[in-house]
């Protein structure tokens, strides 16, 4: 029985992105199902007009988070077979982007990896607390360890 024909995994390259890795790739094998990955750079200027320089000078580290995330992108797809159409990566809020392309490519599955802790986490915010309040297909978080 084929409960999905589309997943994608939101990579986030973390310690424990091996652990989800694993589990998209299973859930996609046993689902006959298309597997797409996905990784979104947060936009982080380093100064602010609101607030002032946090630094002496203004510094945009997007495009050099951006070059290095395609390349951690590439390798994750070759790991995983999975084709470059299918590769995606976006600037923006990891929780707004992630599910506007599982609308957009007509994903019934996201999976990403949940620590489910306090602190700094609480402050930014839970990308996958994001999703799964906010997209329209299935979400699977899976739990993550601390060490």
């Known amino acids: 029985m084929q409960l999905y ?14 652990t989800v890795s694993a589990k998209a790739k299973q859930l996609a094998e046993q689902n006959q199902a298309r597997l797409s990955l996905i990784h979104v750079v947060d936009y982080l200027p380093i100064t602010d007009v609101t607030y ?6 203004d510094v945009d580290l997007t495009e050099e988070l951006v070059a290095i995330a395609e390349q951690r992108l590439a390798d994750l797809g070759q790991e995983l077979d999975v084709d470059k159409e299918r590769q995606w990566l976006e600037v923006g809020s990891p929780k707004l982007e992630i599910v506007r392309m599982a609308e957009e490519n ?3 599955l996201i999976v990403l990896g949940s620590h489910g802790r306090g ?3 609480v ?25």
């Open 5 to 18: 024909q589309h997943i994608l995994l939101a990579a986030d390259f973390s310690e424990h992105g091996k």
């Open 106 to 108: 007509d994903v019934d």
């Open 123 to 147: 402050l930014l915010g839970s990308t996958a607390d994001g999703v799964l309040h906010h997209a329209k297909c299935d979400v699977l978080a899976v739990r993550l360890k601390d060490d």
């Open 52 to 57: 002032g320089p946090i630094i002496p000078f």
């Open 119 to 121: 602190g700094l986490a």
